[in-house]
């Protein structure tokens, strides 16, 4: 599995921006898709996960109620709706899948990481 993350970017404190992910290689609907990030000087953390054939999504306290997790099956993209941004959410944001239905929160988890997108949020 290939992954390609897009649309990352400079933007304002209480703006949006939207992320994407671009899978191929296997079938979409076998994997779960989740976003990681990685501040300076931090642990790389989860932020959000969906689930195709559980039909569930996970997210981190951090974002819930701000961020949401989509995808478009048909085009393998999984998209992260970043709104009511914080300077705090300033990070390299990164693509990850693993094979399966159950949503996990920790990195090792995953099996497949894409090139991270930079995203800054200006106070």
């Known amino acids: 599995v290939q992954l390609q993350a897009s649309g990352g970017g400079l933007v304002q404190a209480g703006g949006s921006l939207r992320v994407s992910c671009a899978a191929s290689?296997?079938?979409?609907?076998?994997?779960?898709m989740a976003w990681f990030r990685q501040a300076p000087g931090k642990e790389r953390e989860f932020v959000a996960g969906?689930?195709?054939?559980?039909?569930?999504?996970d997210y981190a306290d951090s974002v819930k109620g701000r961020f949401t997790i989509s995808g478009d099956n048909a085009k393998n993209t999984v998209y992260l709706q970043m709104n009511s941004l914080k300077p705090e959410d300033t990070a390299v944001y990164y693509c990850?899948?693993?094979?399966?239905?159950?949503?996990?929160?920790?990195?090792?988890?995953?099996?497949?990481w894409g090139k991270g997108t930079q995203v800054t949020v200006s106070s």
């Open positions: 990850a899948a693993r094979w399966g239905h159950v949503i996990v929160t920790m990195s090792k988890g995953m099996d497949y």
């Open positions: 969906i689930s195709w054939s559980g039909g569930t999504t």
């Open positions: 290689g296997r079938t979409f609907s076998s994997y779960v």
